[in-house]
């Protein structure tokens, strides 16, 4: 059954939620990782040259050695473009979050911007309530 979270676990997560959007960490990992694989990338010989086409050119990490910014601009690029996303859509890359919502009443889901419940029930979103199974429920108490 659907049981809504306490108010105050509800601005808890959002404070998390908030943090998180504001956070550096999975940014700057997203980066470091296509920075890695742009290295590699770069020494099995892929280049990108003008207008974003691929060349390919003998492997080697010469071209790494003579252009150290290439691997410096994949890391700023990555980073600005992740961290921009991140603050824009309110979600972080590794932690997806819904938007969907719930009506309070019928316990229908629906998609964001729903503004009435054929039901009548005005939706809430979904995050502020939880899934708790009745069995599971049941057992608890009996403990
Ligand atoms: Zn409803």
Same mark, same amino acid.
């Given at each position: 059954?659907?049981?809504r979270k306490s108010?105050?676990?509800i601005s808890?997560?959002?404070?998390e939620?908030?943090?998180?959007v504001?956070s550096f960490? @999975?940014?700057?990992k997203?980066?470091?990782?296509?920075?890695?694989?742009?290295? =590699?990338?770069?020494?099995?010989?892929?280049r990108?040259g003008?207008g974003g086409?691929?060349?390919?050119k003998?492997p080697?990490?010469e071209y =790494?050695?003579q252009?150290?910014?290439?691997?410096g601009?994949?890391?700023?690029?990555?980073?600005?473009?992740?961290?921009l996303?991140q603050?824009?859509t309110?979600?972080?890359e590794l932690?997806?979050? @819904?938007n969907?919502?719930l009506c309070p009443r019928?316990?229908?889901a629906?998609p964001?911007?729903?503004d009435?419940?054929?039901?009548?029930?005005?939706?809430?979103?979904?995050?502020h309530?939880e899934w708790r199974?009745?069995?599971?429920e049941a057992?608890e108490?009996?403990r």
């Amino acid at each position: 059954m659907w049981v809504r979270k306490s108010a105050e676990i509800i601005s808890v997560e959002a404070a998390e939620k908030e943090q998180s959007v504001r956070s550096f960490s @999975t940014p700057l990992k997203i980066a470091a990782v296509s920075t890695a694989a742009a290295a =590699i990338l770069f020494s099995l010989g892929v280049r990108v040259g003008g207008g974003g086409i691929f060349h390919l050119k003998p492997p080697g990490t010469e071209y =790494i050695r003579q252009n150290p910014w290439s691997l410096g601009l994949v890391f700023v690029i990555v980073f600005v473009w992740t961290y921009l996303k991140q603050r824009t859509t309110g979600e972080s890359e590794l932690m997806p979050s @819904t938007n969907a919502l719930l009506c309070p009443r019928c316990f229908e889901a629906h998609p964001p911007g729903t503004d009435l419940c054929p039901c009548g029930g005005q939706p809430e979103p979904l995050s502020h309530w939880e899934w708790r199974d009745e069995e599971e429920e049941a057992r608890e108490a009996a403990r």
